[in-house]
């Protein structure tokens, strides 16, 4: 069965330090994979996807990821943190069956602070 | 950029009473989704429908809930009887046709059930 874990449950960086968020996946076959945001009170938001076209990814405000198949990781970075960075990140699995529809699998999620 | 929409934002009830959360997904998609967060957990899959009908749906989702998009571009999710484990953020999602099927949440509703 397809599954992520988010080894960190809380990350702290300073502004402008570079930041990585980890996840692991387990997948029975070549996984769908994607990174989600959420801001405080708000949605959840793309932030990136993976789609077997290319193993680095890049995504929304400057965040990219990588699948590494060897490690089973997709693990998301970014440069350099800046403030309006703070926010919770979800690593998600696609499953599909072949049918019309699709669901999404979500790890726990990592809250990320960013201090001044 | 087009946006999935929920309302309302927030929700109190009793419990053992109905209620009905709505979503407007985002007009050319096809495929629809609930999912829902209890407070300190997982994002939890409940139910996708497309087609004017349930695709797939989680063990969640039991006889007292129910979907359905009445006129073609609300989507409602129902709670028949609420109980006190039904407390959640509930999030909606659309998808478009093809590989990839990437969701697009809405703000979600966050339903309290004293």
């Known amino acids: 069965a397809q599954s992520v874990t988010q080894l960190d449950s809380h990350v702290s960086v300073s502004e402008g330090t570079p930041v990585l968020l980890r996840c692991n996946y387990s997948?029975?076959?070549?996984?769908?994979l994607f990174w989600y945001v959420q801001h405080p009170n708000k949605g959840l938001q793309l932030l990136l996807k993976?789609?077997?076209?290319?193993?680095l990814v890049k995504g929304i405000n400057g965040f990219e990821a990588e699948f590494k198949k060897s490690e089973t990781s997709f693990h998301l970075t970014k440069p350099s943190a800046h403030m309006s960075d703070a926010a919770e990140y979800f690593c998600?699995?696609?499953?599909?069956?072949?049918?019309?529809?699709?669901?999404?699998?979500f790890g726990t999620g990592t809250l990320l602070a960013v201090q001044p | 950029e087009p946006e999935v929409t929920q309302t309302p934002s927030h929700q109190v009830t009793q419990m053992g009473q109905e209620v009905i959360l709505r979503c407007v997904p985002i007009?050319?998609?096809?495929?629809f989704y609930w999912y829902r967060q209890i407070l300190g957990q997982k994002v939890e899959f409940l139910v996708s429908?497309?087609?004017?009908?349930?695709?797939?749906k989680s063990e969640i989702f039991d006889d007292q809930f129910s979907v359905e998009r009445p006129d073609g571009s609300n989507f409602t999710l129902k709670i028949r009887s609420t109980k006190l484990e039904d407390s959640a953020m509930y999030f909606c999602?659309?998808?478009?046709?093809?590989?990839?099927?990437?969701?697009?949440f809405g703000p979600g509703t966050r339903l309290l059930v004293l």
């Open positions: 999602a659309s998808s478009t046709p093809g590989g990839l099927k990437t969701q697009y």
């Open positions: 997948s029975s076959y070549s996984p769908s």
């Open positions: 993976y789609t077997s076209a290319a193993t």
């Open positions: 998600v699995v696609s499953v599909d069956y072949g049918g019309a529809t699709n669901k999404l699998i």
């Open positions: 007009s050319n998609h096809l495929y």
């Open positions: 429908f497309y087609n004017n009908e349930i695709s797939e």
